[in-house]
Nanobody, 121 residues
Framework: VQLQAFGGGLVQAGGSLRLSCAAS????????MGWFRQVPGKEREFVAA????????YYTDSVKGRFTISRDNAKNTVYLQMISLKSEDTAVYYC???????????????WGQGTELTVSS
């Protein structure tokens, strides 16, 4: 599975943005998909994940109620809708695919190249 994340940019605090991650390969449907983020000097942290069927979603506490992960298996794409953005959401966001749940950075098998989000306060 090859992943390509896009949609990052510069947003004002309180604004919204949607990240997308396009996957290639017919096996996309068999993978759980997740979003992680990383800031310089810190470890990559889990943000959200969605099961292969889309029936289960998981979020880190700091984004609950503000971020929504979804997937369209027909389009081989996973999305991260973000609202009420805060300066602390500033990071490089990576999409990942894995077959183990719950997803972690260490058990994810495939990674996108990252897309940068900057939230200005």
């Amino acid at each position: 599975v090859q992943l390509q994340a896009f949609g990052g940019g510069l947003v004002q605090a309180g604004g919204s943005l949607r990240l997308s991650c396009a996957a290639s390969g017919r096996s996309f449907i068999y993978y759980h998909m997740g979003w992680f983020r990383q800031v310089p000097g810190k470890e990559r942290e889990f943000v959200a994940a969605i099961s292969w069927s889309g029936g289960m979603t998981y979020y880190t506490d700091s984004v609950k109620g503000r971020f929504t992960i979804s997937r369209d298996n027909a389009k081989n794409t996973v999305y991260l809708q973000m609202i009420s953005l805060k300066s602390e959401d500033t990071a490089v966001y990576y999409c990942a695919a894995g077959r183990i749940s719950p997803m972690t950075a260490s058990n994810s098998e495939y990674w996108g190249q990252g897309t940068e989000l900057t939230v200005s306060s």
